[in-house]
């Protein structure tokens, strides 16, 4: 069992920053796939960004590439979400994600969710 727990969401101005973190408990924390998802007003839930067991390797959605960055620290079992220059878009619930399995490719794949943490973009 793995416990997620987010902070760090708020209100911003477009243009703006945030910076989301995700803190884990529970069972090894480097066994797996983290991810950030969201999930918008009246939209599904999408994949953000993903990082790699060691964290050597990170992919993020094309409509937050350049802005958004996905980075863990093992010894620390957290895994963050640095968001630049925030449009009204992004405006959703983000929620961190852990995946046990080969691949992190959609919700269907995710083992554990975080509670979720609200981000708001007023333009």
């Known amino acids: 069992q793995v416990q997620l727990v987010e902070s760090g969401g708020g209100s911003v101005q477009a243009g703006g920053s945030l910076r989301l973190s995700c803190v884990a408990s529970?069972?090894?924390?480097?066994?797996?796939?983290m991810g950030w998802f969201r999930q918008g007003p009246g939209k599904e839930r999408e994949i953000v960004a993903k990082?790699?067991?060691?964290?050597?390797?990170?992919i993020t959605a094309d409509s937050v590439k350049g802005r958004f960055t996905i980075s863990r620290d093992n010894g620390r079992s957290t895994v963050d979400l640095q968001m630049n220059s925030l449009k009204f878009e992004d405006t959703a619930v983000y929620y961190c994600?852990?995946?046990?399995?080969?691949?992190?490719?959609?919700?269907?794949?995710?083992?554990?969710w975080g509670q979720g943490t609200q981000v708001t973009v007023s333009s």
């Open positions: 990082v790699s067991w060691s964290g050597g390797s990170t």
């Open positions: 529970g069972r090894s924390f480097s066994n797996y796939i």
């Open positions: 994600a852990a995946s046990g399995r080969s691949a992190l490719i959609s919700s269907r794949d995710v083992d554990y």
